[in-house]
């Protein structure tokens, strides 16, 4: 939510990365995922009709969070906890979808922490973590408005994570019997 916040622009250069490799994105950040703390049975409020929706039809996800006292952010943590609304699905969860991670905090044991947590809840929701994921420290890396960063393995480690995103996504779409 907070203006020129780290983990949405490096939210949106691994969405600018992906697109051209030619998928098609869709991105909920900051106020879009403002919801009200999820509990099972409650009717789900309006504005997360769109999110739990896109989710639902994603072939794969990118998922951003700054590194709170030492792990998720708790907005990023409900607005995944809203995924509940998919455990009856044909597809439930986040099964059988790729999922590039980030984690950014002022420092590296919360970066990583944090990486390692959102990594533990996307198997818990039947997800496939790619191999790379990204911790950033925003002491020493930063991304401007325009989502780049002068640090050049950053910028490579973007790059190749959006890579195994769209792999895994093609691989597991392509008609036919699952691998
Ligand atoms: C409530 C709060 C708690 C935070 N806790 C930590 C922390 O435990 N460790 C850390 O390295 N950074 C911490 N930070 C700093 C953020 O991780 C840092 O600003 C980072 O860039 C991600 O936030 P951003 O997306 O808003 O830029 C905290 C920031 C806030 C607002």
Partial sequence: MDSGSQ?????????????????????????????PPYHSGASLPA?????????????????????????VSG???????????LRGDQRPYLDGRAVALVAVARGWQASVG???TLRQVVHALRGWPTPLGLAINSSTTTFDENGRTDDDPTTAAVAMMARQLVDFAEQWSAPGPRR
Avoid: W
């Fill in 114 to 116: 944090t990486l390692g």
């Fill in 7 to 35: 983990s949405d622009r490096v939210l949106r250069a691994v969405l600018t990365a992906v697109e051209d490799l030619g998928a098609e994105v869709q991105v909920f950040s900051g106020r879009d995922l403002d919801l």
């Fill in 75 to 85: 907005l990023v943590k409900n607005a995944l906890d809203y995924l509940e609304e």
């Fill in 47 to 71: 504005g997360a009709h769109e999110y739990v929706a896109a989710v639902r039809r994603a072939d794969a996800l990118v998922i951003s969070s700054p590194g709170y006292h030492g792990t």
